[in-house]
């Protein structure tokens, strides 16, 4: 089965500030997604970056960007020039390229400090 | 013109009820699901439905039944309400298999309902 680890249950950062957000999965799946989804406190599920296991680049989305190491089947999110409107849960989560369903590792809450 | 909706956002009730929560898409999606978040902020999906066709149902108590009236609807029932079942219970829609779907919103959340059982 695949999982999903988010091994920092929180993390705080300066405004202004690049903050790393870890992430390891586990499969044996060679075609997969990888996402990292925001959770504010309205509750509401917001995709931040997506990446394709296929696909040796790192995912880019304006201040978020990704680091995937496939051979070490990790998957962290680096946040730019933090905003406080970063602030949030954070999820992990993974999908089989066949599977219609999204694994969810147990999420990072950020806190962003002026 | 939310694209995933659910209601009520919020629902409070007594153990023993029976209790149901609406899901509605306007995105054409072909595939619909529930997600459970528990209290430690844990999500987990519940059920799958593709073209009204259960597809997932990752060992939910038979207390559950979601309804698929058509492929834009997918409802959840939730029988004999206990305190354990207290989460937020997110709908959910993609186009097809997650995979396929678009990059910028290939699982598209509904905002969440906040159950909670006294």
């Known amino acids: 089965a695949q999982t999903v680890t988010q091994s920092q249950p929180e993390m705080s950062v300066q405004e202004a500030e690049t903050v790393t957000l870890s992430c390891t999965y586990d499969?044996?799946?060679?075609?997969?997604?990888l996402f990292w989804y925001k959770q504010p406190p309205s509750r509401q599920m917001i995709l931040v970056i997506r990446?394709?296991?296929?696909?040796?680049q790192n995912a880019t989305e304006n201040r978020f960007s990704v680091n995937f190491q496939k051979a070490a089947k990790s998957f962290s999110l680096k946040i730019s020039d933090s905003q406080l409107g970063d602030a949030a849960m954070y999820f992990c989560?993974?999908?089989?390229?066949?599977?219609?369903?999204?694994?969810f590792g147990t999420g990072t809450r950020l806190q962003v400090t002026l | 013109d939310t694209a995933v909706s659910q209601t009520p956002k919020y629902l409070v009730t007594q153990m023993g009820n029976d209790k149901s929560i609406k899901c509605e898409q306007n995105?054409?999606?072909?595939?619909m699901y529930w997600y459970k978040q528990d209290s430690k902020k844990f999500l987990k999906i519940m059920f799958s439905?593709?073209?009204?066709?259960?597809?997932i149902n990752e060992t939910v108590p038979n207390r559950f039944s979601p309804k698929s009236p058509d492929k834009a609807h997918l409802n959840l029932h939730i029988n004999s309400l206990e305190l354990g079942d207290s989460a937020v219970y997110f709908c959910?829609?993609?186009?097809?298999?997650?995979?396929?779907?678009?990059?910028?919103?290939?699982?598209?959340f509904g905002n969440g309902t906040r159950l909670t059982v006294t």
């Open positions: 959910a829609s993609s186009q097809d298999l997650v995979s396929s779907s678009s990059y910028n919103s290939p699982l598209h």
């Open positions: 499969t044996s799946e060679s075609d997969y997604y």
């Open positions: 990446q394709e296991a296929y696909k040796q």
């Open positions: 989560a993974y999908s089989t390229g066949t599977a219609s369903k999204l694994t």
């Open positions: 995105l054409g999606h072909d595939t």
């Open positions: 439905y593709n073209n009204k066709e259960l597809i």
